[in-house]
């Protein structure tokens, strides 16, 4: 071999190296590169994990209150059948005083006297009769119109929590692919 051809192979060799150590420092950049987003996507895989938690938290939550709604519900029946209760009975007090009317009629002036007692302590257990209903009427439409409120609330909640989720899992599939 001559020096000339020598020299030229000696001297594509070292381009040759060159290119190499070219190649190599892209393939340790593509590596750093790939390490970065394998990284991103264990943090976006967390972040995953955590919103998912969050939002399993919140319809925990969401059905803890629907279950408060429904108790509240039972509560309010209970009460209701209370006052039907109560209602039957002031009727039945009401045919006893007519009853007992009939019979003052027919009986002395005392027993006119303690009637008129009767009379007057019916007429204020009325009273305090009416004044509870009214305030269970109106306890009832508070508990009703709350009630209707947390459940447009929660709905609202929920419905937003299913869009943010529905967001984060099409901003994972993009980052995914």
Do not use: C, P, W
Not at 96 to 120: A, G, H, M, P, V
């Amino acid at each position: 071999m001559s020096k000339q051809s020598f020299r030229d192979l000696k001297e594509t060799i070292e381009l040759k190296d060159g290119e190499i150590d070219e190649l190599t420092m892209e393939i340790e950049n593509k590596n750093d590169e790939i390490n970065k987003l394998k990284l991103y996507s264990t943090k976006l895989k967390y972040e995953k994990q955590n919103l998912e938690d969050k939002l399993d938290n919140e319809i925990n939550n969401e059905k803890a209150k629907i279950k408060e709604l429904d108790d509240l519900n039972d509560k309010i029946k209970e009460k209701q059948d209370i006052i039907d209760d109560k209602q039957e009975q002031v009727k039945y007090l009401r045919v006893l005083i007519d009853d007992y009317k009939t019979q003052i009629s027919e009986n002395t002036q005392n027993l006119e006297i303690q009637l008129r007692k009767i009379s007057k302590t019916y007429e204020g257990l009325l009273l305090q009769k009416d004044k509870i209903i009214e305030k269970q009427d109106e306890n009832i439409k508070l508990l009703m119109k709350e009630k209707e409120e947390m459940m447009k609330t929660n709905k609202t909640t929920i419905i937003s929590l299913k869009r943010q989720n529905d967001n984060y899992r099409q901003l994972l599939e993009k980052y995914e692919k």
